[in-house]
């Protein structure tokens, strides 16, 4: 059975700095992390192709949130710096089968979602 399993979410202020994590289990898989904002559709922010070493961000968090994995460990994470008060949203690790995917269809898996909280 796969499972993610997110931690890292919090409240920072603007500015600041957060670390996500995403531990999957079940499998291995595409992996990357989406957000959703109250009243707004769930966004891609970021994803990484491991085995060419590329990552994918968004344009409203390039050269702000990096993606990263640690193979070993089945880990995912995204590190995010000078947070806005506009990154306030849940957000999602998901898993799939196309590395690098941008759309929310192409992953069959998601977690449960941490809150990422910015304040201005």
């Known amino acids: 059975q796969v499972q993610l399993v997110e931690s890292g979410g919090g409240l920072v202020q603007a500015g600041g700095s957060l670390r996500l994590s995403c531990a999957a289990s079940?499998?291995?898989?595409?992996m990357a992390w989406f957000r959703q904002a109250p009243g707004k559709a769930r966004e891609f922010v970021a994803a990484g192709n491991w085995n060419y070493g590329t990552t994918y961000c968004a344009d409203s968090v390039k050269g702000r949130f990096t993606i990263s994995a640690d193979n070993a460990k089945n880990t995912v994470y995204l590190q995010m710096n000078s947070l806005r008060f506009e990154d306030t949203a849940v957000y999602y690790c998901?898993?799939?089968?196309?590395?690098?995917?941008?759309?929310?269809?192409?992953?069959?898996?998601w977690g449960q979602g941490t809150q990422v909280t910015v304040s201005s």
């Open positions: 079940g499998g291995t898989f595409a």
């Open positions: 998901a898993a799939g089968s196309t590395f690098g995917a941008t759309i929310v269809s192409a992953y069959n898996y």
